[in-house]
């Protein structure tokens, strides 16, 4: 198999992780055709650290450190540099697995309808521990489908962009919004009418949770996700009523990822105002339910629960 994939990482301010995010892209089993970091005016020592570690990359690499530009005019940056037949970024926080391009890879040239593959996503921790994985959540925000995205999209639901490999066709006529602060749901949105997205169920990349993401402000991501839908309104082709039913469904959804994540308050604020979004009764029975049970409770079966997993593995 040929080396046809363009690699990028835009980096800013993950100096204890930017060797490990680039270190997993030199050990594909299928190298990428070049790799381009571009460093956005990061504080940090990232800089430095990059110039080190890439003196280590096994094929064509280069680095470029500039003032702080913003994440989407760096993905928009990285790409009018790119080349190859498939592109690729990776947030300089997160990490690859081995086979990620070369399952990707075998992937979309076995799909020529779709614009890109993804998957699932280990969730690892400031140390690179595996505490989770979106599989557990497959039946609620992770309920990733094979084919047409759209009906994922309109549910508020994103793929994790780890995950995530792109046909460079298919990116050469749309573009990164740099006016918005959630990069990817808007260009998912755009691609969607471009082609299918082709899902693998397998696991080959992990998104690390820590203190700095952006996706740790899930209220933001909420708004953010909101007016990316108004400013797409025409590419969703549905009346103005089932939008806003759509809106309050979405809204329902993160009021259960909140409590997902603890947060009770939040969870509690935003069912409130949004109950009606609930897909089934029994969907606001089971959140009643979880709102009265301790965290403490969850947090354990929740281990219970990966150690099953880890032993079944």
């Known amino acids: 198999m ?10 800013y301010n993950h100096a204890p992780f930017i060797e490990e995010c680039l270190r997993s892209i030199f050990s594909q089993t299928l190298p990428p055709l070049r790799l381009l970091v571009i460093d956005d005016g990061s504080s940090d020592d990232s800089p430095q650290i990059i110039e080190r570690v890439l003196k280590d990359c096994p094929f064509d690499s280069e680095l470029i450190v500039r003032e702080n530009r913003g994440l989407c005019r760096t993905l928009n940056e990285g790409f009018s540099r790119s080349e190859g037949e498939y592109f690729a970024y990776i947030g300089s926080d997160d990490f690859w697995l081995p ?25 690892v921790d400031e140390n690179g521990d595996i505490f989770d994985s979106t599989t557990n959540y497959s039946d609620s925000w992770a309920n990733y ?46 691609l969607s009418r471009s082609g299918s997205f082709a899902f693998d169920p397998s696991v080959l990349s992990a998104w690390r949770q820590h203190r700095y993401n952006t996706s740790g402000n899930r209220l933001l991501m909420l708004e ?57 009764p029994a969907q606001l029975v089971r959140f009643a339910l979880r709102m009265m049970t301790p965290m403490a ?17």
Do not use: C
């Open 145 to 190: 489908p094979d084919g047409s995205a759209k009906p994922m999209l309109i549910r508020g639901i994103a793929p994790i962009s780890s995950s995530v490999f792109y046909r460079r066709s298919a990116l050469e006529n749309v573009a990164w919004n740099e006016e918005s602060r959630l990069e990817d749901y808007e260009m998912y949105l755009r």
């Open 297 to 313: 409770a969850v947090d354990l079966y929740r281990k219970l629960k990966r150690n099953r997993s880890g032993n079944k593995a």
């Open 99 to 123: 086979e990620f391009i070369e399952a990707r890879t075998r992937m979309l040239d076995e799909r020529a309808d779709a614009v890109l593959g993804y998957g699932h996503a280990y969730m």
């Open 2 to 11: 040929s080396q046809r994939t363009f690699v990028f990482v835009p980096s």
């Open 224 to 280: 953010e996700l909101l007016a990316a839908q108004e400013r797409n309104f025409n590419l969703l082709d549905v009346s103005r009523e089932t939008f806003k039913k759509m809106q309050t469904r979405t809204k329902f959804l993160y009021a259960r990822i909140e409590l997902q994540h603890g947060d009770k308050t939040s969870a509690m604020k935003l069912a409130g105002a949004n109950w009606r979004g609930a897909e089934t």
